[in-house]
């Protein structure tokens, strides 16, 4: 093991046959390794460390006995022997293959669940539609949560193991298989980490590291995590290294930062960010984040532009204001959109965020370049949070449909599209998971009971998540694409990625703050201008019920939905700079 790789947690391998084991155990005032049918007792350091110096060889089994005989996994566990509540496996770090990597202005974003993105639901099988994707126009795959999580199926946000795949989508090699395949593509891969909570299933770590947890704090998923500890921000911030420098990943998205909090100075993800850009010079590293309270300090840019911490924020009010303008829908958190989603939209389309500071929710956000903003119709969490799992398609009509997606893939924000939109996709996304006994009996029921309040149907409408067919509904239906409107919408989705690497992505880098601005944006009709760098993109678009007027264009029309000023219209043009 080279120094450079080094990690405080976990097994490592020290040369001449022997291997580093090192556990934080703060509660403990012993601890045994379990190693190979062998139980050695481990060294008591500083801190409430632990550690041993054992003879070992790769693939050995390995796991730790507490003093009330309790016999847990590393949770530090690069790979697992059976499920996460078995011994973990001896796995050497591996350095991944080198890729340039590409700008993040170039990022067009598929989002993909590995269990239902094809038949077989595993890395291997995923690699034979990449090229596809890539031929489409995508350029950056984002991959939901890999860590080992309990049972065989689920979304991946109840993962308790974070270093290790789960073996339902293959062998750690078949996932760095997985990233080496898009990178030959052309693809850029993001991971999407969990560093907000652990799962209901296999997480150990308070029998003996209880101070790892902020139990006065808790998370809509659990106890809070106590980010102040210095071995729980080394947990985090080098399982980011670790995704990153061993697999290949291009980046990461943080899942919903908002629950990550932390009165360090500088706080974890400040750190987090520095550190590993730090550790991985010379290479593009992306980093977007969930945050549904609208901050922009981690996402300032540097003096000369260039990204200093993290790249881009889930932009929810972009989905959310064309949400309820698409379907009428003003339920749960629709209802903040509900008055007036057309001035949000336009708000959203321009400066990023829509609410920044109204209602105590946000901050000022038009001063950051559209590249900053991740936005979408559609993602997991927006059709899997739905009761039944229902797509956009199939809650509004096919011209609105078409505008809307024409909006997002022009726009000079990042657009991101979930598997299988690309062409029409009807089968839902369901909330799916694969505990069993009590654990999945509460899971069944809180899901039921979550939606009990809504008045579209009854709680038992929604779909059982342990049952095997929630699972199995949640599949792409490849046959789809080859049908008459699969193939019209696949057309429709490569003209306009074609489109945006022509016309738009050239503009993007070096653009400067405070770049759109919101011409009209009521009852429908919606104009916009951004002003990037070496031209003017212009946004005209009609998506009420009566034709209406807009402000004149300037510049060449690069692509129209209806006929300008027509309700269903959506045009977009470009003036470029002599």
Known sequence: MTNDMAYSWGALPEGEGHWRFRLWAPGLERLTLRLAGRDLDMAAEDDGWFALSAEAAEGDEYAFVLPDGLVVPDPASRRQADDV????????????????????????????????????????????????????GFTLIEIMPVAQFGGDRGWGYDGVLPYAPHPAYGSPDDLRALVEAAHEAGLMVLLDVVYNHFGPDGNYLHAYAPAFFDEARHTPWGAGIDYTQAPVRR???????????????????LDAIDQIRDPSRPELLVELAEELRAALPGRPIHLTTEDNRNVTHLHERAEDGTVALHTGEWNDDFHNAAHVAATGETEGYYDAYAEDPWRLLGRALAEGFAFQGEGGRGAPSGHLPPAAFVDFLQNHDQVGNRALGERLVRLT?????????????????IP???????????????FFAGFEGDLAKAVTKGRRSEFAGFSAFSAREVPDPIDMETFRASRLDRRRKETPEGQATLEFTRRLLSLRARHVVPYLAGTGPNAGRVLVAEDGLIAVDWALNGATLGLRANLGNSDGTLPPARGEQIHRVGRAGQSGSVIHTLEVMP
Not at 108 to 135: K, Q, S, W
Not at 418 to 424: K, L, N, S, V
């Open 85 to 136: 509540h078995g011994p973990s496996r001896l796995t050497a770090p591996r350095e991944a293959a080198f890729w340039p990597g590409r700008p993040w202005e170039e990022a067009v974003i598929y989002e993909l669940h590995l269990g239902t993105f094809t038949r077989e639901g595993t890395c291997e099988a995923a690699i034979a539609e990449l090229p596809a994707l890539a031929d489409l």
């Open 235 to 253: 947990f985090f911030i080098e399982n980011a290294i670790y995704w990153l420098r061993e697999f290949g990943f291009d980046g990461l998205r």
């Open 397 to 413: 009509d096919p011209g609105t449909m078409a505008g809307l997606t024409a909006m997002l893939l022009l726009s000079p924000h």
């Open 416 to 430: 991101l599209v979930f598997m299988g939109d690309e062409y029409g996709e009807t089968r839902p996304f369901l």
